[in-house]
């Protein structure tokens, strides 16, 4: 009878993550139609992910108080791929939802990458490779205190070419950060060309291993295998940081963005953009 229960209750929550993604992925496309400035591409490929941790209660956070000091860190080290999060931050009521009408308008405070003006966000983004490097000054000052909060990052893999990311690998590794989350979106596309062909990350998970991480590779549009990981990863009894590479396809929902290799440069139309949201409804 309790697995009977536990599998209704999968069922439900896996039912509700897929109804927010999908809304998600079309409010982000309504977002670059507004602000035809915004990365598109990298901010398609991370919806599933920063939906399973919003929706799927891994994230501990109270929109009344963002600072509060017992909520969970979200560092969005790929800030120009986290346009889905604002959907996200207005629908839980961090902020309204008039200001999704309002990106990159002059006078407003949601950019074309987030920054730390806005409710929710924990670090000024847009310099790549340096997110994972405060997500860990983080988790060392939460461990200092006590604290039970855990630091989730998402970062791109073009990002990985970065020196300060494997830095901040490798103190985590050396350093037991159990309390630190990293999420690679692993679409394979940098901004002019697949990473294979600029530096060859595989076997990433492998890699991570090696640094003294807890390392998993799982589909990153795969809502269930991504809420499996990171269960997997807080119940885990191991002194490791843990790592989730979610292979994802740049531009996802979007079939002339997902075939074309310089898709993070890409600009949808007005026309393109109702266009997809018209098959993604």
């Known amino acids: 009878m309790a697995n009977d229960v536990k599998e209704i209750a999968d069922a439900a929550l896996l039912a509700r993550l897929k109804e927010k993604a999908a809304w998600v992925r ?14 598109i591409a990298s901010s398609l490929s991370a919806v599933e992910v920063l939906a399973t941790l919003y929706y799927g209660g891994w994230l501990r956070f109270d929109p009344r108080q963002p600072q509060w000091e017992g909520r969970d860190r979200f560092i969005a080290s790929k800030g ?17 939802r008039e200001e999704l009408a309002t990106v990159c308008k002059p ?3 949601l950019g074309g990458i987030p920054d730390m003006q ?55 590794g ?24 600029i530096i060859n ?15 998993v590779t799982v589909d990153g549009h795969d809502l ?29 929902g979007v079939p002339s963005l997902e075939s074309d290799v310089l898709c993070h440069v890409k600009t949808l139309n007005a026309q393109q953009v109702a266009e997809a949201v018209g098959r993604l409804s």
């Open 201 to 215: 990350l595989e076997p990433l998970d492998r890699k991570l291993r090696e640094f003294q991480w807890d390392a």
């Open 26 to 39: 079309r409010e982000t496309l309504k977002i670059h139609g507004i602000a035809p400035e915004t990365r």
């Open 118 to 172: 806005i409710p929710g966000i924990e670090t000024t983004n847009g310099s790549l490779g340096h997110g994972l490097g405060v997500a860990c000054g983080i988790a060392v000052g939460l461990r200092q205190k006590r604290s039970d909060a855990r630091v989730y990052v998402v970062c791109g893999d073009g990002e990985l070419c970065e020196g300060s990311i494997w830095e901040a690998v490798m103190f985590a």
């Open 80 to 96: 120009h791929g986290c346009i889905a999060l604002y959907p996200i931050l207005a629908d839980l009521g961090f902020i309204g």
């Open 174 to 197: 050396q350093q037991g950060l159990s309390n630190l989350t990293l999420i690679v979106d692993y679409n394979g596309i940098s901004m002019l060309d697949y990473c294979r062909n």
């Open 224 to 252: 269930g295998a991504v809420h499996r990981a990171l269960a997997d990863g807080r119940q885990s009894s191991t002194s490791r940081p843990q790592a989730i590479v979610a292979r994802t396809v740049k531009g996802k």
């Open 107 to 109: 006078g407003s405070r």
